[in-house]
Every structure is written in C-alpha cells, then in structure tokens.
C-alpha cells in the first residue's frame, strides 16, 4: 500500500471480497483502503481506532462496528486485542431478505457502533463453514448471518444524526437504488427491463442505472441476474423442478440465457450445482459471492434485462 498524506486522498482500493468470516490479530495500517461490501468488526480484549471517511471511530472492547467498505478506512490502533471481522458483499446483502433501515444508514455513509449481545461461537462457526468445501454449509451460514444483520437492524437508534444538503441527496440516491433493488427482489420472475425498474421509483431508465450503479457498484442488469440465479439456486437445492423449469420460475426469457448466467457466476452448470448441493458439496460447486463491477449493459439492455 502506499502513503497517503490523508484519508480521503488516493486511497488503495483493494481486490474484491467474498463473503467471509475470519479472526485475528489486526495491524495498523499505513495508508486507508476501501472495497465493496459491509464489514463488520468485533474487537475483544481492548478497542480498535479508525479512520472512516476522514472521521475518527472508536469501536470498544465488546462492542460491533459495521460499515460500508467502499468509504476509505484505515485502522490506526487496536493494542492488546484481537478482532472477529465479518464481510459481506453488497450484492449479497442486497440479494437477501432485505433489511431496509440497516442498508440504508451503511449507504448513506454512517459508521454504526452498536452493542449486541455477542457469541463468539456463532462466528467461529462462520470462520469454519466459510472457508471449508462444503456449499451447504456454506449456505447455512449465509442465512445465519442475514438473520443477525436483522437482530442488527433492530439495535439501531431511530434518530439518524444531522444530514448536510451533499448527505440528504445522498440519502436521496442511496432510498432510489433500495427501492430499486426491492422491487427487483419482490419480482424478479416477472419479464422486467430497465424502464420498469426506473419506474418504481421513478426516474428516466439512464439516470436510474447511473443511481443504481453509483450506490451499489453493480447494473440494475446485473443485479437483476444474481437475484435471479440466487432464487435458482434455492429452487435446484429444494425442489425436482427440472433445471429448464426454474430458469422459467425465476424469470429468464430463455433456458439458454439462464444456463450462460448460472455456469457465469456459480461456476457450475444447473444439473451439477443441484448435484453437489443434495450430495453435501464440493469447492467446485461453491457459488461465487464476490462483489463484481460489470460495465453498463449495451443499449439493448435497457428493454431486455432477462
């Protein structure tokens, strides 16, 4: 990494993450960082020190921070403890059940530093079905990790602090892209292009995908396509709906675009991933949940986003 005279100024921007759960010793860091997602940290045995945005942050001894990673962090001290670090994909986090008020402060730029009751044997267990082979324990622990950024939602104070004119259109871009990304959540079976999403909100579709794309780092296209696959994947491991059929279900226009679309970002084809998901899995069907950025769909895309 190298030296930047402030937070805000260059900082690196490091290679995408995965969903993860890890633990360990932290180092101060020499120069602010940042990549897509929301990071969750747990300090025990003393207090961590950052710099978030420009701003100083102190997460106590005990106590969760979680944040939106894309803001320039930097870890300046964190003596004599050891930290439980959590990261989630953005579009990971936008794919599951929603948790609208949490999303919407960690896009709008808030650090938030709350004091749940902790059990390190949750995470622990995270740390280990993470990084095994195994896809279906891998997929349990996403779902327990969406469930507590729910208990999270719930710790949240109801008064947000003094926004300024540049945060309240801020907040503006990041309430569209929700409401978008919920839309496309609640109907993603249904033949959707960008024209209908943009319409929710509404703004033109150009301007809604530069929205969307802004706040999210993703397409209104591409997100549209992994919460599409997402819903495939539950479909393939829970039912005996032929592959052909669930593409059909979830709301591809065609089996050929679906089966393209799934190998894509699960690195497997339907029939092998249902395969690995009933027979306890292998790496080789693990889905892959990194955050990625895809450049702007070509015109077409606009009026055909299955």
């Known amino acids: 990494m ?19 759960s890890w633990r360990g010793l932290p180092e101060p860091m020499s120069a602010a960082h940042r990549h ?40 300046i001290s964190a003596p004599h ?19 609208p008020r949490l999303v919407e402060r960690l896009l709008g730029g808030e650090t938030l530093v709350l004091q749940p ?18 896809t279906d324990l891998s997929d349990v622990a996403a779902l327990e990790i969406c469930a507590y950024l729910h208990r999270l939602d719930r710790l949240l104070p109801r008064q947000r602090p003094r926004a300024s004119l540049a945060q309240g259109r801020r907040d503006t871009a990041v309430g569209h892209a929700i409401a978008m990304a919920d839309f496309m959540a609640r109907h993603h079976p249904r033949p959707l292009n960008v024209a209908d999403v943009a319409g929710c909100v509404p703004l033109h579709p150009h ?31 829970a039912t005996d709906l032929s592959p052909g059929r669930v593409g059909h279900e979830v709301g591809f226009g065609s089996q050929s675009r679906f089966y393209a679309a799934f190998r894509r970002i ?20 693990r889905t892959d949940m990194s955050v990625k950025r895809y450049a702007d769909s070509d ?3 606009t009026t055909a986003a299955d």
């Open 266 to 285: 699960t690195g497997c084809p339907p029939a092998a991933y249902r395969q690995a998901a009933r027979s306890g899995g292998t790496s080789a069907g």
């Open 36 to 75: 897509e997602g929301i990071e969750l940290n747990v300090p025990t045995g003393g207090p961590m020190h950052y710099l978030i945005a420009g701003s100083p942050v102190t997460v106590p001894d005990g106590a969760t921070a979680v944040f939106w990673a894309a803001l320039p962090h930097q870890l």
């Open 81 to 99: 403890c050891s930290v439980q670090w959590l990261h989630v994909p953005l579009q990971t986090l936008l794919g599951w059940n929603p948790v």
């Open 299 to 301: 015109p077409g895309a």
């Open 207 to 237: 301007y809604a995908m530069q929205v969307f794309r802004d706040v999210t780092g993703t397409t209104i296209v591409e997100y549209l396509t992994r919460r599409r696959v997402a819903e495939a994947r539950r479909l393939l491991a």
């Open 117 to 134: 009751p902790q059990e390190l044997a949750r995470f622990t267990q995270w740390n280990i079905d993470l990084s095994g082979p195994e």
């Open 2 to 20: 190298r030296e930047n005279s402030t937070m805000d100024f260059s900082p690196t921007v490091d290679a995408e993450v995965p969903l993860a």
